[in-house]
């Protein structure tokens, strides 16, 4: 089982941008794809980007396409996503978390951390 701690959340303006960090533990997360998802307030938690064990692969919500990017640190066991140009549609707790792809979704594995809270205002 892979445990995280995700860090680096805050308020920024539209526009700005902020690195989400995470920081797992366990079982190596070379041994797993992993992910980042996010919930809204009274929203359902969706997932927004994965990167694969190798690195060599990723993928991403829509919506963020262009302006997230994941990436991970295998000796440091840790997978950051670089968010860019911020929309007040982004705020929300992150979570990262050990995932899986069936067909065309992704599936978060294990348990989640705490989360980060990430705020964009106008």
């Known amino acids: 089982q892979v445990e995280v701690v995700e860090s680096g959340g805050g308020s920024v303006q539209a526009g700005g941008s902020l690195r989400l960090s995470c920081e797992a533990s366990g079982r190596a997360f070379s041994h797993y794809a992993m992910g980042w998802y996010r919930q809204a307030q009274g929203e359902r938690r969706e997932f927004v980007a994965a990167?694969?064990?190798?690195?060599?692969?990723?993928d991403y919500k829509e919506s963020v396409k262009g302006r997230f990017i994941i990436s991970g640190d295998n000796a440091k066991n840790t997978v950051y996503l670089q968010m860019n140009s911020l929309k007040l549609e982004d705020t929300a707790i992150y979570y990262c978390?050990?995932?899986?792809?069936?067909?065309?979704?992704?599936?978060?594995?294990?348990?989640w951390g705490q989360g980060t809270q990430v705020t964009v205002s106008s």
């Open positions: 990167i694969t064990t190798s690195g060599d692969s990723t």
């Open positions: 978390a050990a995932t899986e792809r069936y067909g065309n979704t992704w599936y978060p594995l294990g348990s």
